[in-house]
């Protein structure tokens, strides 16, 4: 009895002590104070030049600010920003810049001409990750300073080694944080052997843009303040806090309560789940990569063409985009992105296990063979993989899942030591078709020692030189329509020649938002702005 | 006095002898975890640079973090800084590994802490009742508690727990160790941020932390609570076995006598010990509730960093975590003298 009297007074105490509590849980986000919910773990770093990943852009492109940018709703048109006007060259090297006067950094320092250069040329000189993009380009340690011009406070010009298609490299100048505009003023206090203050610049912001970071805890969360004085007018949000949070469901709760008023990661099962609830709206966003099927021609089976279209139509595409694919993606499979005027319209590949059959017979392989496929270990790619195992095998394809980190799976990739991996890439970043021909078809060097590792092309031990020519003479076309008959002829060539890399779904992210959340536009280059968000309350 | 001498000398000798051995558990675990990080198929160089960097760069930040030299060199490198206090720069963030830790620990050992009292406060008084109600149905009741609380998967309950006791009924805040208006309100004085809230006043802060520390900390506490009633029970049986016990019974103890005057007071020592390394196992091992609670701690840091192939980092927690098990025993050790007159 006295057992039991004793159970009894434990349970009530406990709830007794829960009791307190219930009044304290708030619900809604302050007005003026955006909350984000998403991973930071790929937020390794704040400075411009050495950004990996995209998640981290959400940051600097709200502290910082480029020359120009592209509208998030017709992303090939470009706007002014920082630079109030341009103009090109008719020989396609040089592109340039008026800026805009009166703009001032976040510190108080007026911007001008010297900022832009020592932007840039610190980008190509720390040679970090985002100078891959400009190597590309062919600037270099050794050019970069006589290629970037000051010509006086508020005009700048940026020669190119080649001729480039001027609309080219205003995507890249738009869209990649090395074009990011620093204060070269401020920076330079903090440079400490030599290091163009990168040390500093990790983890703090010395833009222009409407926010200022005022706190970074590395993986906890970054408080960005209100830049008062930003020269497009006073942000309606003086806070932009970002959380971080990887675990979808706990998003899912977040937003629905209230508690976030942007949720960013989501599965799809749970995304599914609150599209149509009332309380949230789910934002979709289309990108320019692709999730694709890609395979090494350095593994003899896969060097013989009959072997790659016979994978070619061993993917049911149509099967994996309508029950895999939503929310993630859209089914696409050129290797050029949807909505550009140079994109071919699909050439229709589907599944069709006899015709596959016929090939690998033709290609000795009457009875299949047997591979691997390296694929990260979350959706979709694991489904996808999943999905191409099993109509592969219907041809006799026996294919091994090999699961990892993407460490593992694109670092295996890097090395060339592959068979097949199903993995998302292909650039596209940019709006053109360069974006992603670059990444997915160029390759001028296929030799082992090149290590043109940051060329899918050459991971894939891909090369056709008639492909690398289109790609550059297309990259340097100044007439729009003979470049897009370049670029056309391209993808039929990236077809005839069955290049190891084959789209299945152009990347779709999406982004759950508390419905009274406006102007909130996330950016198909993943320079999403917030400086113009409010909450209708 | 002539026999002090020898005795301080025998004291000394048993606490060298005890560093000695500490340092050598420590450093055969830094020179396990090492060799494994250099082995592990995960490339921390990628993880920075990102999968679409060039050679030229990927070499640039291969050298900066000394992975050209050989291993043994690196390997004397990071002994050699050990040994001056410094836990080097984590690969990925570039900042130090002891400043990193020192962030991300307390938040651990805030919810770890209030989960044992959890844990303890409920398990050993279930585990006494299961004991003195053998075969009956409180003992039954107990015993599918503690099942199930062992079994289930510790990230399902943070996820009902949130679905019912955050979505549905409110009682409780969301993920996150306080509402994010709150967050930098308080200065953290020692990262214990119900201790920090409390010092400087700040009255609404702390009762918003403790709203989202009472959730993830009563599952964690339960999650232990299960193991620890059932270790408690397992021993209370065996003292409840005993002869003495029979004895004090005829002799006409109260049950509550018989349990917690004598049986309960045998098995102090031992629960000593599970408590103790279930403790240890909270600190570094609360990584699925750190994940679904978004709590900022110890467990996700270290597996970020193994994840990530961020060696510094992975060796800067292991040395912790070393040091947390070795001082949760130092600790056992001394209340065992007080608990058990025959140790001293």
Redesign the interface.
């Known amino acids: 009895m006295?057992?039991?009297k004793?159970?009894a007074v434990?349970i009530a105490s406990?709830l007794l002590?829960?009791?307190p509590?219930?009044s304290?849980?708030?619900?809604a986000?302050?007005k003026d104070?955006l909350?984000i919910?998403m991973s930071m773990?790929n937020m390794?770093?704040f400075d411009p030049a050495a950004l990996?990943?995209n998640d981290a852009m959400d940051v600097v492109s709200n502290t910082y600010e480029a020359l120009i940018e592209l509208d998030a709703k017709d992303k090939s048109k470009i706007l002014p920003a920082l630079a109030e006007s341009w103009t090109y060259s008719d020989d396609g090297k040089k592109i340039t810049f008026k800026l805009r006067k009166g703009v001032k950094f976040q510190s108080g320092n007026p911007f001008t001409a010297k900022d832009v250069a020592w932007s840039w040329v610190r980008t190509v000189k720390l040679?970090?990750?985002q100078?891959?993009y400009w190597?590309t380009y062919g600037f270099n340690k050794d050019n970069i300073d006589s290629l970037v011009k000051v010509i006086d406070d508020y005009t700048i010009e940026l020669n190119t080694p080649d001729r480039l298609d001027p609309k080219l490299v205003m995507y890249s100048l738009a869209s990649s944080a090395g074009a990011l505009i620093i204060d070269s003023e401020l920076a330079k206090q903090h440079i400490v052997n030599d290091d163009y203050a990168r040390?500093w610049l990790?983890?703090h912001s010395a833009g222009s843009g409407p926010y200022t970071i005022?706190?970074w805890?590395?993986?906890?969360?970054i408080?960005m303040n209100r830049n008062d004085d930003y020269w497009r007018g006073e942000p309606k949000m003086r806070r932009v806090?970002i959380?971080?949070?990887?675990?979808s469901?706990?998003l899912r709760?977040?937003v629905?309560?209230g508690?976030?008023d942007i949720a960013k990661g989501l599965s799809v099962a749970d995304v599914n789940a609150l599209k149509g609830d009332e309380d949230v709206k789910v934002e979709e966003v289309q990108k320019g990569n692709v999730y694709y099927l890609a395979m090494s021609m350095k593994d003899p089976h896969f060097q013989d063409k009959n072997v790659r279209n016979a994978v070619r139509h061993l993917i049911d595409y149509k099967g994996i985009n309508d029950t895999i694919m939503p929310s993630y993606g859209i089914y696409h499979q050129r290797p050029i992105q949807l909505s550009l005027p140079a994109t071919l319209p699909e050439p229709g590949y589907k599944l069709d296990v006899d015709m596959a059959k016929a090939m690998l017979s033709e290609a000795g392989y009457k009875d299949g063979f047997k591979t691997t496929i390296r694929v990260l270990a979350e959706p979709p790619f694991l489904q996808i993989a999943t999905a191409v195992q099993a109509t592969l095998a219907e041809a006799g394809i026996e294919a091994e899942l090999l699961t990892?980190?993407?460490?593992?799976v694109?670092?295996a990739?890097?090395e060339r030591k592959f068979e097949m991996i199903v993995g998302r890439?292909g650039g596209g970043a940019e709006p053109h078709p360069h974006a992603n021909l670059r990444?997915l078809a160029y390759n001028p060097d296929n030799r082992d020692e090149a290590?043109?590792?940051?060329f899918q092309g050459w991971r894939t031990s891909f090369q056709s030189d008639e492909m690398n020519n289109i790609i550059v003479e297309a990259a340097g076309e100044m007439d729009e329509q003979k470049q897009i008959k370049l670029y056309q002829q391209a993808q039929e060539l990236y077809d005839e020649l069955v290049a190891p890399i084959q789209p299945i779904s152009q990347v779709v992210e999406s982004v759950v938002v508390r419905s009274d959340l406006r102007d909130y536009v996330p950016h198909p280059s993943y320079t999403t702005h917030f400086r113009d968000v409010y909450k209708a309350r | 006095m002539v026999n002090a001498i020898p005795l301080r000398m025998d004291n000394l000798a048993a606490v060298g002898r005890k560093l000695a051995t500490i340092a050598i558990t420590l450093l055969g675990l830094l020179t396990l975890t090492f060799l494994i990080g250099r082995v592990m198929?995960?490339?921390p160089v990628?993880?920075?640079?990102?999968?679409?960097?060039?050679?030229?760069?990927?070499m640039?930040?291969y050298k900066q973090l000394g992975l050209d030299l050989p291993i043994w060199k690196q390997y004397i490198i990071y002994v050699n800084d050990l040994l001056h206090l410094d836990l080097g720069r984590a690969a990925?963030?570039?900042?130090p590994v002891a400043e990193?830790i020192a962030?991300v620990l307390p938040a651990t050992v805030e919810l770890g802490t209030f989960a044992i009292i959890i844990g303890t406060g409920?398990g050993i008084?279930l585990g006494v009742?299961a004991a003195?109600?053998r075969g009956r149905m409180?003992d039954y009741i107990v015993r599918v508690m503690s099942l199930t609380g062992y079994s289930v998967p510790i990230?399902w309950f943070g996820?009902m727990g949130?679905?019912i006791f955050?979505?549905w009924l409110?009682?409780?805040?969301?993920?996150?160790r306080v509402?994010?208006?709150f967050?930098?309100l308080v200065e953290p004085k020692t990262g214990l941020l119900l201790l920090d809230s409390a010092m400087a006043g700040e009255w609404e802060v702390f009762?918003?932390a403790?709203?989202h520390l009472?959730l993830p900390a009563c599952i964690l506490g339960m999650h232990s609570m299960a193991y620890i009633s059932r270790m408690t029970r397992s021993f209370m049986l065996a003292q409840l076995s005993q002869e003495y016990i029979i004895t004090a019974r005829v002799k006409g103890l109260s049950?509550?006598a018989v349990l917690w005057g004598h049986a309960f007071m045998n098995i102090r020592v031992q629960l000593l010990t599970i408590v103790a390394l279930a403790y240890g196992t909270m600190l570094e091992g609360a990584v699925l509730i750190e994940?679904?609670?978004?709590w900022?701690g110890f467990g996700?840091?270290l597996t970020?960093s193994l994840?990530?192939?961020d060696m510094n980092a992975v060796m800067g927690c292991v040395l912790i975590v070393g040091m947390i098990f070795i001082t949760l025993n130092l600790i056992a050790d001394a209340l065992y003298k007080v608990f058990d007159p025959r140790t001293r």
């Open positions: 006295r057992n039991k004793t159970l434990l406990t002590a829960a009791s509590i219930m304290t849980a708030e619900a986000t302050p104070q909350i919910g773990n390794l770093t990996t990943g040679n970090m990750s100078a891959s190597k040390d990790n983890a005022k706190q805890r590395i993986n906890d969360v408080i806090m959380r971080h949070m990887t675990e469901q706990s709760l977040m629905k309560q508690d976030i990892g980190t993407g460490n593992q694109y670092g990739m890097r890439g990444s290590r043109l590792t940051n | 198929p995960v490339d990628l993880s920075i640079v990102g999968p679409d960097a060039d050679h030229e760069t990927y640039q930040v990925m963030t570039g900042q990193e962030r409920c008084p009742y003195s109600q409180g990230f996820m949130l679905l955050y979505a409110g009682w409780v805040g969301g993920a996150g509402d994010l208006y967050d930098g009762r918003s403790l709203s009472i049950s509550r994940t679904v609670f978004a900022p996700q840091y970020h994840l990530r192939g």
